[in-house]
Every structure is written in structure tokens, then in C-alpha cells.
């Protein structure tokens, strides 16, 4: 079992600035990817970003250039900073980590075996 336990949401102004973390306890040992995906009220929850093992990522092309992906492994942490934030982002995010297999291209939820409980991002206008 794998225990996924995100923070750093909260209220932010557009073009404001915020860092969320995601904590991985448990049977961390067999995690290939982590992604965050994230849901807007009235909307299907989408993919934002996904980070391999050995560092390799990919973005949603609506937060390519604003989002950065990153994890420190010695930790079990991954983290999504994200600037220049704009009133369309926002939403619920959600961490997920894929374990065991071999690592897939992680833009879907199903690739995911493990969530988070979530963390709210709202950017006001």
C-alpha cells in the first residue's frame, strides 16, 4: 500500500505563484511515475503533469511553459510549482503515483494506482 498526501493549495491572485507538495509513504520503493491531475467543479479531471523515476517529464500543453514537475526520491516527494497562474486553473489537485510495471506515458488516470485526497487551488482574478 502506497499513502499519497498532498499540501500547498490555498487563494492566489492571477499571475501569483504556488508550490504544492506530495508526500509518498508506504511501499514507496516500487513507485515508476507520479503525476498530478487536477478537477474543476463542473468538469472531468484532467492531467497536468507527470514525472518518471529518472526525471523525465511531460505537461498538459495548458500548463507547458508555467508548470514545472519535480520529485526528490530520497524523500518519496514529488512537487508541482506553478507561476504565472491564471483564474483557469482553477480547481482540486490531485497527486497519483503509479506502482510497480513498467512506466507509461501517465496521462491517464487509469495508468494510476494510488490518489491523494486532493488540495484546492483557487486563483482569483
Known amino acids: 500500500q502506497v499513502q499519497l498526501v498532498e499540501s500547498g493549495g490555498g487563494l492566489v491572485q492571477a499571475g501569483g505563484s504556488l508550490r504544492l507538495s506530495c508526500a509518498a509513504s508506504g511501499r514507496t520503493f516500487s513507485i515508476n511515475t507520479m503525476g498530478w491531475f487536477r478537477q474543476a467543479p463542473g468538469k472531468e479531471r484532467e492531467f497536468v503533469a507527470r514525472?518518471?523515476?529518472?526525471?523525465?517529464?511531460y505537461y498538459a500543453d495548458s500548463v507547458k511553459g508555467r508548470f514545472t514537475i519535480s520529485r526528490e526520491n530520497a524523500k518519496n516527494t514529488a512537487y508541482l510549482q506553478m507561476n504565472s497562474l491564471k483564474p483557469e486553473d482553477t480547481a482540486v489537485y490531485y497527486c497519483?503515483?503509479?506502482?510497480?510495471?513498467?512506466?507509461?506515458?501517465?496521462?491517464?488516470?487509469?495508468?494510476?494506482?494510488?490518489w491523494g485526497q486532493g488540495t484546492q487551488v483557487t486563483v482569483s482574478s
Open positions: 497519483a503515483a503509479r506502482w510497480g510495471g513498467a512506466p507509461t506515458q501517465g496521462t491517464r488516470g487509469s495508468e494510476y494506482n494510488y
Open positions: 514525472i518518471w523515476s529518472g526525471g523525465t517529464t
